[in-house]
């Protein structure tokens, strides 16, 4: 882990018509760590995603991606490259195959030969579980199976920062699992990534620091421990009093 940060997040503001949504946002992460990033809804978790990987432009402040700007907004296919996102929604081309889903990035996008990233595709779903389903259609898969293939695909652009905002949020709970681990095995293999969900047993497990967002601020940063079980604002402690928490504290 190199002691430079990846992303480093500065002052950033991001308004919808009158109202602020970010006001004043700052953090650093380190190559290899994971953030999760928790908050009431509507408190800008996905804006706060989106601000990174391009798709909106902040109102003010800075990003830096290993101390290059990227908010300008200059260079998004560069940005997009480097910072993969997996959403709630798994958006695959539902008339290509798992396989096909998987290489058009590094081959279209990456002008890797298709041979190769073939072989890295089907040994990726093979980590994953899928080794059988290269051929299938999207439809033909479970709610759980697409993460993991939505997963997969992001992954095989070899980005710099994965970011992922609430990918379980649609599943059944006996597929929350399956793709939570998926992430679990990407941290421990040093993935970078800043992660946005409301499993907090598993946001315990896989972070190296919990940001608690609320009101447009960063209210708490702190260790997953600390965090969950000695939140420092009363805002942070009604909000976790939200969830049933009580086998994990
Ligand atoms: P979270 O992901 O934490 O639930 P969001 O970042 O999706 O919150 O949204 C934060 C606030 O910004 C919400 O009030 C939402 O309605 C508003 N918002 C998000 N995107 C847009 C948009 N494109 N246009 C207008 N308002 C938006
Ligand atoms: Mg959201």
């Known amino acids: 882990m190199s002691d430079k940060p990846i992303l480093e997040v500065r002052h950033l503001s991001k308004n919808f018509d009158a109202n602020g949504v970010l006001k004043d946002v700052s953090f650093a992460m380190k190559e290899g760590e994971v953030i999760v990033v928790v908050g009431p809804s509507g408190c ?3 804006t706060l995603l989106r601000c990174i990987n391009g798709l909106e432009r902040p109102d003010g402040g800075e990003i830096l991606l290993d101390g290059q700007r990227i908010d300008t907004g200059a ?15 798994y958006d695959l081309f539902p008339h290509m195959d798992v396989l096909g889903n998987l290489t058009l990035g590094p081959v279209q996008a990456l002008k890797r030969p298709k041979p190769e990233v073939e072989a890295e595709a089907e040994q990726a779903l093979a980590r994953v579980g899928l080794a059988e ?23 095989l652009m070899h980005p710099r920062l994965l970011l992922l905002d609430e990918i379980t949020a649609a599943l059944d709970p006996e597929m929350v699992r399956e793709v939570l681990n998926v992430v679990l095995d990407l941290a421990r293999e040093g993935m970078t990534m800043l992660i946005v969900t409301h499993e907090m047993r598993f946001a315990e497990a896989v972070a190296d620091r919990v940001l608690f967002l609320e009101g ?12 969950f079980h000695h939140p420092q604002t009363e805002r ?9 928490f009580d086998a994990v504290r």
């Open 44 to 46: 800008g978790k996905s």
């Open 75 to 89: 260079d998004l296919v560069q940005v997009r490259r480097q910072v993969g996102m997996v959403f709630q929604s």
């Open 133 to 155: 389903k290269a051929k299938s259609l999207p439809r033909q898969l479970s709610g759980g199976q697409k993460q993991r293939v939505a997963l997969v695909r992001a992954m």
């Open 216 to 227: 447009g601020l960063v209210l708490e940063e702190a260790p997953p421990k600390q965090f």
């Open 236 to 244: 942070a402690q009604q909000f976790l009093n939200t969830f049933e």
